[in-house]
C-alpha cells in the first residue's frame, strides 16, 4: 500500500484529479444560487455581486473539470467510443458546462443594472442547470462506483 501522503500516487492515480476538480464548480453554482436568494431577501448589492463572482469562477472551472473527464476518460477506456453511462455522463457535463456559461453571460448581461429581480429566463436555465449537473454527478458516482444502481 502506498504512502497517504505520496505525490506521485496523488497526482497520478488514474483518475483523481476528475473527482477532485468536479466538486469545485458544482458548489460555486450552488453557492452562487445561495447568494443570490439571499441578496434577493435582503436587497444587498454585496451579495448579488458574490452570486455573480462564484457563477463566473464556477463557469471558468467548469472548463477544468470537463477537460480532466476527457482525460480520465482516454486513461480508464483507452480513447474508445463512449457508449453507455459514460456517453450520457459526457453530454451532461458538456450540457452543464454551457449552460454555466450561458448563465455567465446573462447574468453578466443583467449585472448592469441595479435590479434585484433577475430574468426568468435566468432563473429557468439556473434551475436546468441544477438539475443537468444533478444527473450528470449521479452518474459520475456510478462511473466512480460510489453509487450502485440496482438490478
Keep these: 500500500m502506498a504512502h497517504l501522503f505520496d505525490l506521485k500516487t496523488v497526482l497520478f492515480a ?4 476528475h473527482i477532485v476538480m468536479i466538486h469545485f464548480p458544482i458548489a ?6 445561495l447568494f443570490d436568494l439571499i441578496a434577493y431577501r435582503r436587497k444587498s448589492p454585496s451579495l448579488s455581486s458574490a452570486a455573480y463572482y462564484n457563477l463566473l469562477a464556477a463557469s471558468v472551472s467548469s472548463v477544468l473539470a470537463v477537460a480532466s473527464g476527457v482525460i480520465a476518460w482516454q486513461i480508464m477506456y483507452g480513447g474508445g467510443s463512449p457508449k453507455g453511462i459514460i456517453l450520457f455522463h459526457l453530454i451532461g457535463a458538456i450540457t452543464s458546462l454551457a449552460l454555466l456559461w450561458v448563465l455567465a453571460i446573462i447574468r453578466y448581461r443583467e449585472r448592469k443594472g441595479l435590479d434585484f429581480w433577475l430574468s426568468k429566463t435566468y432563473v429557468v436555465l439556473a434551475i436546468i442547470t441544477c438539475l443537468v449537473i444533478t444527473i450528470t454527478s449521479h452518474l459520475g458516482g456510478v462511473l466512480s462506483g460510489v453509487v450502485t444502481l440496482a438490478e
Design 28 to 33: 460555486l453554482f450552488f453557492a452562487s444560487g
Design 14 to 17: 488514474k483518475h483523481a484529479q
